[in-house]
């Protein structure tokens, strides 16, 4: 029976339908415009750019430009890359434009899409992001699609891990920026810290187009980016406790695998508590007493790290560290490292070496950072099972973009069987009859341990034919992806999710002509060798057609329908026959954990035997719903991360906001003089209470506060004693000692140096004071929860303590920089100082569900630390050469600089080291 929904939609289309055939009398005009691009002239092209930076300078709008721009963008591209781009691109084109979510399939071209609203966004001159999923996606697109951009007369810049500063301002100046969300939002987070805003990296959010946009907005957003600094070493701690975990049983603990959470029972804890007091760890009697919050936390931790996380799996230890496994892309992401002293739990557990743990300096959620673009569109292959979440978080519609050519992928219904060994042994058969064929076969596991156990099983069936790739393999990730389009061809994957290498029929010919051809000169050889493979390629790709296309053959259902989305979606690309099916067990963990407990029984009642599977669209529908669950709650678990950084997230706006008004300042005097005025009306206020007689002021407390807080040793007492005096009085006198003590202070040191001297104190107290803010946050954060057994809304509570704590931070902020001010005392160089170092930090991206840590110092990630500096060695003067730093050795401060300069190191190159 046929809905009213489904008959409307039958009729009218459906609202994406009607979206889509809206754009197309653009489209139209754009192609009107064809002939008349290409009759240009190079020159002529490029000068087309200047043209529209002078229409918009004018106040020409962007959408009355998009038009000829596209099509100037068309032909640019079609001239330097080879690559026209198609109508439908130029309608995904447009909906980037509009600042919505372009869901375009897999093969689609989605990085040249991107050209065309880049280019038109870019005229205004303010600047342009395009933000990637890792470092290599980051160079590749912005090598490749910066020869269009060149040719345009635009600049392409690029940030990726280990850049300078310097590197990093230029690459935001350009145009166009391609970048990391990791390295996007560790820049946003370091700017505020800066202390000049000339040393300031950004220069605006205007408008950013996110590529892999459901992976960078939804999975990775679930935990916020933390920049960290190192706390003191407790290695020893973390290996004591690691002993204590292989005295427990089972029963000593319960492990649920839905929460990834692990908890003593009674008995647990009583012989944890056992062990602990032998130790000599244990303060007072029980394990959960106030004072021994430290000692749970680490103990916990432990037993997480024994039952939850699983060698091979969640991460692997290589070179003596533990190395995490990504969940979602199933990559070796080193440098990355758990939260909370989890990882160094899981070094005890690995008996490898500890690393100091972090304490937190400053943190952003990605919802928060990608809401302040003015405007933000997306890109991907998978995005309307999160429509919703797109629309209430970010306010971004998702456009479905129709594929160039119709899609002839045949989707088969999953088999499902009962047990893990019946299931492989039906993969590895239909893996030799797919390849026997010469179909080529792209094997989708979830986890390296079951790609290499099914490596394995291939192996002993006797088919050796086949690569394999995941964590261990990632550096030859290209050139297997690349080929994985060859007849016979048989890849194995732990994931497909942000490949960003399209997997062609035949295989990928330039990528064969840059391996095989890569020494060659440029020369009638070369050329004629790259036609032949050219050729070959095209005889491969006729034989793979034949066989019937790329086979995706998955293992196991993944938590999100997204990731088995984007697996299907590699076969089939424009218009390419291909074939996708999935195996499952019950024994598999979605099944197990989140499928019917009595599937089992009711299939034997069905009489299933060994060896056999049931296939029935009801099993997928079930499935879906398991599936729904998941993400349903991880959709629970992002919203509430939002709801408390929002709190933060004010508060951060304000902080970072004062700190710039601070930068950009050419005197703060006067909010200098308002902060002493404020902490003079706090002390009188505090020891001079209203409506009282003057025996009753506490004189004393008042004399010690100014001079605690003023440096003034002032007669207070005496004042008091005067007959007749009020409290106005004793007000306007401390007033008028602080502002002459003030006054004498600035003149002597002169305004240069006052000014400078009173930025470098505000700046740095109030970088102090938030550091020390964001803990207290952090466990106000962890604890609130249990408000809740108090009938209170702990969101609530943390609102309204936030707000608490927030108004006391700038109580202290008034009274520390007050307190320094009026007891500063400089030397004269102190004008020509360089501006204040930011302290040596990292970064940090957390899964909130298993305390993964997803950035670190490898090709996508972003452990930040200053630029490296003088080594130790002492070297003596005349074997130092001036124009080669790396031979200086160690210099000291207050050295002359080596490089000849005339001044100290420290204020020439020892201002950078």
């Known amino acids: ?171 935001y100046a350009c145009d166009v920026t391609y970048g990391t969300n990791n390295e996007l939002g560790f820049d946003y987070l370091r700017d505020n810290m800066k202390f000049e805003r000339a040393q300031m990296a950004q220069r605006g959010h205007v408008y950013a187009i996110v590529d892999e946009v459901d992976s960078i907005l939804i999975d990775e957003a679930r935990t916020p980016l933390i920049i960290s600094g190192p706390l003191e070493d407790r290695s020893d701690l973390y290996t004591t406790i690691d002993k204590f975990v292989p005295h427990l049983v089972p029963d000593d603990y319960e492990v649920d695998e839905k929460q990834r959470t692990a908890t003593f029972t009674e008995e647990g804890t009583e012989k944890i508590e056992t062990l602990l007091r032998d130790a000599d760890l244990l303060k007072g009697e029980s394990l959960y007493d106030v004072e021994n ?237 790259a036609k032949a493979i050219r050729e070959e390629v095209e005889a491969l790709k006729a034989e793979a057609i034949a066989a019937g296309g790329l086979y995706v053959l998955a293992t196991e259902r993944h938590e999100s329908r997204r990731i088995d989305n984007q697996l299907r979606g590699r076969s089939g690309r424009q218009g390419d026959p291909g074939r996708s099916k999935f195996y499952l067990s019950l024994q598999d963990d979605l099944m197990r954990i989140f499928g019917s407990d009595r599937m089992d029984g009711m299939l034997q009642k069905l009489g299933l035997k060994e060896g056999e599977a049931i296939v029935h669209p009801w099993i997928n529908k079930a499935l879906e719903r398991a599936q729904k669950k998941v993400e349903a709650r991880n959709f629970d678990i992002r919203k509430n991360v939002l709801k408390y950084d929002d709190v933060m997230n004010d508060q951060r706006k304000v902080v970072f906001e004062q700190r710039l008004e601070l930068m950009d300042g050419d005197n703060i005097g006067e909010t200098v003089a308002e902060m002493r005025q404020d902490v003079i009306d706090d002390l009188v206020a505090r020891h001079i209470p209203e409506k009282t007689y003057a025996e009753q002021w506490d004189a004393a407390g008042l004399k010690e506060g100014v001079r605690s807080y003023l440096n003034l040793d002032l007669p207070i007492e005496e004042w008091v004693r005067e007959e007749g005096v009020a409290e106005d009085d004793i007000h306007k006198r401390i007033s008028e000692a602080a502002d002459a003590a003030a006054a004498e202070r600035a003149e002597r040191f002169g305004p240069d140096i006052m000014t400078y001297v009173e930025k470098s104190v505000v700046l740095q107290t109030l970088d102090h004071l938030w550091r020390e803010h964001l803990v207290n946050l952090d466990h106000l954060r962890s604890v609130v929860g249990f408000r809740g057994y108090a009938q209170r809304d702990p969101l609530n509570e943390y609102k309204s303590e936030a707000f608490e704590l927030f108004q006391a931070m700038l109580a202290n902020l008034r009274q520390a920089v007050t307190a320094q001010l009026m007891r500063v005392e400089l030397v004269r160089e102190a004008a020509d100082a360089p501006p204040p170092e930011t302290p040596e930090m990292e970064a940090h991206h957390i899964d909130a569900r298993t305390g993964e840590d997803e950035m670190g110092d490898d090709g996508d990630a972003a452990t930040m630390t200053l630029p490296p500096r003088a080594d130790n060695r002492v070297v003596p003067a005349e074997a130092r050469d001036p124009a080669d730093p790396s031979t200086w050795g160690k210099v000291g401060r207050n050295e002359p600089c080596p490089c000849g300069s005339g001044k100290k190191y420290k204020h020439c190159h020892g201002a950078f080291a």
Do not use: C
């Open 293 to 529: 919050v430290a000692i749970v936390h680490h103990v916990n931790n432990a037993l997480r790290a024994h039952v939850l996380f699983q060698r091979d799996k969640d991460y692997i230890v290589r070179n003596g560290e533990i190395v995490i496994i990504d969940e979602f892309t199933g990559r070796m992401m080193p440098g990355r490292r758990y939260s909370e002293g989890l990882h160094q739990a899981l070094e005890a557990k690995e008996n490898v070496k500890i690393q100091p743990e972090n304490q937190t300096l400053a943190s952003v959620t990605f919802q928060n950072y990608f809401r302040m673009y003015d405007k933000l569109a997306g890109m991907t292959g998978t995005a309307s099972t999160e429509a919703e979440e797109f629309a209430n978080i970010y306010g971004l519609e998702v456009a479905e973009i129709p594929t160039n050519l119709p899609i002839k992928r045949l989707d088969e219904d999953d088999e499902v069987y009962r047990s893990t060994e019946e299931k492989y042994k039906a993969i590895v058969e239909e893996i030799r009859t797919a390849h026997d064929k010469g179909q080529p076969i792209l094997v989708g596991t979830t986890s390296i341990e079951k790609s290499e156990l099914l490596a394995e099983r291939l192996r002993k069936e006797g088919v050796t034919d086949f690569e394999v790739l995941n964590a261990r393999h990632h550096e030859r990730e290209a050139q297997i992806v690349a080929q994985a389009g060859k007849p016979g061809a048989i890849t194995i994957a732990t994931n497909m999710a942000g490949r960003g290498t399209d997997i062609q029929l035949g295989g990928n010919p330039d990528m064969r002509i840059a391996q095989e051809l890569g020494d060659m000169p440029e020369g009638p050889e070369r050329e004629a060798r």
């Open 1 to 171: 029976m046929v809905s009213f929904g489904g008959l409307a939609r039958k009729f009218f289309g459906s609202s994406n339908d009607r979206r889509v055939k809206r754009m197309q009398p653009r489209v139209d005009a754009i192609n009107a415009l064809e002939d008349e691009m290409r009759a240009l002239s190079d020159e002529a092209l490029r000068a087309r750019t200047d043209a529209f930076r002078a229409q918009v300078a004018e106040g020409t709008s962007l959408d009355e430009l998009l038009t000829p721009a596209f099509a100037t963008v068309r032909e640019a591209a079609r001239r330097v890359l080879g690559l026209r781009p198609f109508d439908v691109q130029l309608i995904g084109g447009m909906v980037l434009h509009e600042g919505k979510i372009a869901e375009m399939k897999t093969g689609e071209g989605k990085t040249l899409v991107a050209t065309l609203p880049v280019y038109l966004n870019a005229l205004g001159g303010r600047g342009v992001h395009v933000v990637t999923v890792n470092d290599y996606l980051a160079r590749r697109d912005a090598e490749w699609m910066g020869r269009v951009y060149e040719f345009l007369g635009l600049s392409t810049g690029v940030i990726v891990h280990g850049l300078s500063d310097e590197q990093r301002r230029a690459a």
